[in-house]
């Protein structure tokens, strides 16, 4: 997770404010796009970014989001990654990058 900073899109990728990005969440499909969602929990002061690949809206019309990776070692299959939950007020933006629209790709933290 980190801090984001509000700026415009880039080429390669599209902004979603808060009322499409919920609607994206609830009818999330992962594919080989990367998606990034904004949000500000109550007791936080600043804005902060989880990179996921899997939603579950809950029952509590909350969304659980989270990052999962697979790893397979010795033919055994697990998952690991990190995991929040997030009412639709706490949502502020969704990104969405299109990794196929850049030469390249450089991560920094």
Known sequence: ???????????????LEQE???DRLEHFKANDKEYYVVYQKENQ???????????NKRSDDTFAIAMHTEDKTNAI???HGEEIILSKDE???LRIIDPGEYDFVVYTD
Not at 4 to 15: M, R, V
Request: aromatic fraction near 8%.
């Open 77 to 79: 299959r697990y998952y």
């Open 20 to 22: 499409n990005a919920i």
């Open 1 to 15: 997770m980190g801090e984001s900073n509000d700026c415009e899109a880039l080429p390669g990728q599209q902004i």
């Open 45 to 55: 002061r600043a804005k902060r970014e989880l990179k996921f690949n899997k939603v």
């Open 91 to 93: 949502i502020i933006q």
